[in-house]
């Protein structure tokens, strides 16, 4: 990292150019690009687990005060233009979201939009295609280097927990369970035995649960 010469300072300035980039690609195929922000950060959930590791996040425009999409590419990855599920193939997943809105999630809108910008596979967990990865080549060539280098989660500063049993309420009743995140992220909220209603819970910042790999 030390040898290189950066065109962009920051890795802002690195995402924002690259989605002015991208920008073209969407409206060919009848799509516009919402005005955006790009960081690189941890997404919200799933961004340390080490088998289901989220690569990106987008959060709508509904979320933020100046009603303006973000998106947040983790700082696990490193800069690799003929990496299928790499930087750039992510930004593109993330705009995806962006461009369709996250009422979408990866529905059939989502679908129809990632297909015709060149992502295949799995549509929760999306790789580029051949040809939209030998754009994400073009890309990388003018954008030059990405001003980053991977972060280490596992030298993280504060320690992981997997084991955490998350607490389950029904305000009304009162009656709660314990349950792990894994079951929480594939069967949803338990239902309360008192009302038949979804139990409410808040899941710590700081816990992590194994799973596989993917992305948002």
Known sequence: MKNKSFKHETREEWLL??????????????????????SCGWPSSRALSAKKRCLGEAWSKEASSENIA?????????EDPV????????????????????????????GKCARAV?????????IAGKDLLGQCA????ALGPFPHGRLDSLKRPTKKQTTRLIKCEDKE??????????WLEEGGAPICPLN????????PDDLDFDGEDGDE
């Not at 073009?138 to 060539?141: E, F, V």
């Open 17 to 38: 150019a690259a989605v002015a980039l991208m920008r073209p690609l969407f409206t060919d195929k009848g799509y516009t690009v919402p005005e955006v922000r790009v």
């Open 70 to 78: 973000n998106i947040f590419i983790t700082p696990w990855l490193e």
């Open 83 to 110: 990496d299928a599920d790499g930087i750039l193939p992510t930004l593109v997943h993330e705009l995806v979201h962006a461009t369709v809105g996250n009422k979408e999630s990866h529905n059939k809108v989502f």
């Open 118 to 126: 060149g992502l295949e596979g799995k549509l929760t967990a999306t």
């Open 138 to 141: 073009k890309w990388h060539s």
């Open 173 to 182: 009743s009162g009656y709660n369970v314990r349950i792990t995140r894994k």
């Open 196 to 203: 038949n209603k979804p139990m409410t819970f808040e899941i």
